[in-house]
């Protein structure tokens, strides 16, 4: 529950720093990709998916919070209006064009983050290196902390047809709820003298 509430907290932060108007002199913010010891993204196997996941890793805000990145390829035959991707750490992204094409087969799917990367006059974030000082300050040290599995929930084409793998969403959703449900009453027995 620890790191869904980081991770909420970044995404919110993330959010709010773009939208605010900022000063010629923009703040950028930094995060470091978290050691996969610590938290291991795993990508769901998904037969028949039209989706690829690329460049996957966990990342850590520098000021705190957690969050999954990753590019997405369309390797279907059909282009792409809209998807939907979602993390067990508890995020649900949907992307889409109104009209037109999000993705022709082969191509990267566009998202927030490369479009922000565009903006001239937004505050870009930064990657910096993860030092003993950091891992300290962000806990990331120890034992493996969490495993974060991405999966696609839809994707609808330019011809109205869809793939859907709801009903597996649903059923990793509860399992990761039932397991969080589970570690929280165990840290309550060894907590009781």
Known sequence: MKYLTKLFW????CATSSLAQETQQSRKIQYVEVPREIILPVIAVQPNCPIKFENVRVVAGVEGG???AFQMRNIGTKPIRSLTVASSAGSTNTYAREAGVLAMP???IPTVSEEFLKCQNCTKDEVVHLTDKLREKL???GEMKSVVVLMIVSVEFTD???YDDEKTFKAI???FENLQEAVEQ???RNSKP
């Not at 970044?10 to 932060?13: A, E, P």
């Open 186 to 188: 165990q840290k309550q």
């Open 66 to 68: 957690f969050s999954d």
């Open 10 to 13: 970044l995404i919110c932060i």
């Open 139 to 141: 806990g990331l040290k």
């Open 173 to 175: 959703e509860k399992l």
């Open 106 to 108: 082969g191509q990267l």
């Open 160 to 162: 109205g047809t869809k």
